[in-house]
């Protein structure tokens, strides 16, 4: 019988177009992300563009709140977004210039070229642009040095008494320990899920992994370099060679036009 599954590139082109509309994206995400996706109970919404230190920003905030703040978040799709800023939601969009967001990303998913990269990241960023002013934008950069200062954004813009997030050497380590720990896959992986979305708080999720880290100390597994979510040599020496595809002359139109998007988008609010 032959494989009816797509090829990656086939099925990263289908995702695109299914993620920028609500009613198309919302139904099938649930169905696979379960209570990380936007629903009735979702309090707040942390997310942008795949690579773009949502993850980050989303496990930071939490460990803020130590509390049960429904999140969604890591959708990555504009159609998702979209439904918030209608139903008037606290949210956060991290946002990124296209040339490390896509090569980050081409190292993660190394089977998706370049172009079609650059046409997912335009057609996110031109599908936000008309709800821009519903949202709370925070640079890669602010993300990672400031996040208290967004979270104090956030508050204002929508009245909201969010718990800010203090960039302390110690607090910034429990991040990247957790981001790490995501990425292991570890057994109790469900129970760090419903810590991120909210369900359960930090002190819980430290609580009830207790047992598990005891047994597991001394013993944790590696993780291939491109699926961890942090600063990484090996990583940046993958980009390095990710970016010549990435800057094909044949790929100039379509560099460009991602450039705009960001720059719209992370410039100010349309109305």
């Given at each position: 019988m032959a494989d009816l599954r797509l090829a990656p590139a086939a099925r990263h082109a289908l995702r695109r177009r299914v993620s920028l509309h609500p009613r198309l994206y919302l139904p099938l995400a649930r169905w696979k992300s379960g209570h990380a996706v936007l629903c009735a109970d979702t309090r707040v919404v942390v997310d942008g563009f795949t690579r773009s230190a949502g993850t980050f920003a989303a496990i930071a905030f939490q460990l803020a709140q130590d509390d049960h703040v429904r999140l969604a978040h890591h959708m990555h799709a504009?159609?998702?977004?979209?439904?918030?800023?209608r139903r008037g939601l606290p949210a956060l969009v991290t946002a990124r210039e296209p040339e490390p967001t896509i090569l980050s990303a081409m190292v993660r998913e190394p089977g998706i070229p370049p172009g079609a990269w650059l046409r997912t990241y335009v057609a996110f960023y031109e599908r936000l642009l008309p709800f821009r002013g519903s949202f709370v934008v925070g640079t890669f950069e602010e993300v990672t040095s400031d996040l208290g200062g967004l979270i104090d954004r956030l508050n204002e813009r929508f009245g909201t008494r969010f718990r800010r997030f203090e960039h302390t050497e110690e607090n910034v380590a429990r991040v990247f320990a957790l981001i790490e720990e995501r990425a292991e896959g570890p057994p109790w992986q469900p129970h760090l899920n419903r810590f991120v979305s909210g369900l359960i708080s930090a002190t819980e999720y430290l609580e009830a992994t207790r047992r598990f880290r005891e047994e597991r100390a001394?013993?944790?597994?590696?993780?291939?370099?491109?699926?961890?979510?942090?600063?990484?040599?090996?990583?940046?020496?993958?980009?390095?060679?990710?970016?010549?595809?990435?800057?094909?002359?044949?790929?100039?139109?379509?560099r460009a036009r991602a450039e705009d998007a960001y720059r719209a988008f992370v410039g100010g609010a349309a109305s």
């Open positions: 504009a159609g998702a977004l979209v439904a918030a800023a001394g013993r944790r597994p590696s993780v291939p370099e491109h699926r961890v979510q942090r600063p990484s040599s090996v990583r940046e020496a993958a980009k390095a060679r990710a970016r010549e595809a990435y800057l094909a002359p044949s790929l100039a139109g379509l």
